[in-house]
């Protein structure tokens, strides 16, 4: 059975990661060199560790908090895919509100979960009045034909907490 829904803080916690595969291998990522965008060979396993999931938790609890959106699907009751939208506007218009994550468990990949979860983001922004959904998203190829998929194009204003966070990261916005 799959069911879609907004998280409360008092149910993030380790227990909900138990059946959660964070699992991806990449091998190709999207490089800016001089001003022009390549695919670069970029090798590497990214998966999280249990210091990386405690961040995570912590993370997730604070956009709860403070006003954000954190939504979820479950399968047969184990999380399998979640987004998550903070509260804080930015931009020079306050126009941006910041999707801070956006994932799905390896085992369930390939189903139309992370659109589904991404149209769910967009529609809690909009309702908000946000103009743009801000993404900081990992630069392998598969994420971002994800992201280009969904209507996602480069910034027009890039979030400096975003690159200095992460350097390697492409910085993109989605209208809506």
């Not at 970029?42 to 609890?61: G, H, N, R």
């Not at 991404?118 to 971002?144: P, T």
Request: charged share 25%; glycine share 8%; aromatic share 12%.
């Amino acid at each position: 059975m799959i069911q879609y829904r907004t998280l409360c803080a008092d149910e993030i916690g380790p227990d909900l990661f138990q059946h959660f595969i964070r699992h991806q291998t990449v091998t190709k990522c999207w490089r800016r060199e001089k001003d022009k965008w390549l695919i670069k060979d970029a090798p590497f396993i990214d998966d999280w560790t249990q210091e990386d999931y405690q961040v995570l938790i912590s993370c997730l609890k604070n956009t709860v908090l403070t006003g954000g959106l954190v939504y979820a699907m479950f399968c047969d009751g184990a999380l399998k895919g979640f987004v998550s939208v903070e509260s804080e506007w930015f931009g020079g218009q306050g126009e941006y509100l910041d999707l801070s994550s956006i994932h799905v468990s390896e085992d369930m990949r390939g189903r139309g979960i992370g659109k589904t979860l991404f149209l769910a983001a967009k529609k809690w922004a909009s309702e908000k009045g946000a103009k743009k959904l801000y993404i900081s998203a990992h630069s392998a190829v598969e994420s971002q034909a994800f992201y280009r998929s969904m209507g996602c194009c480069e910034a027009e204003l890039y979030n400096q907490k975003h690159v200095e966070a992460e350097p390697y990261d492409c910085q993109l916005e989605c209208r809506l």
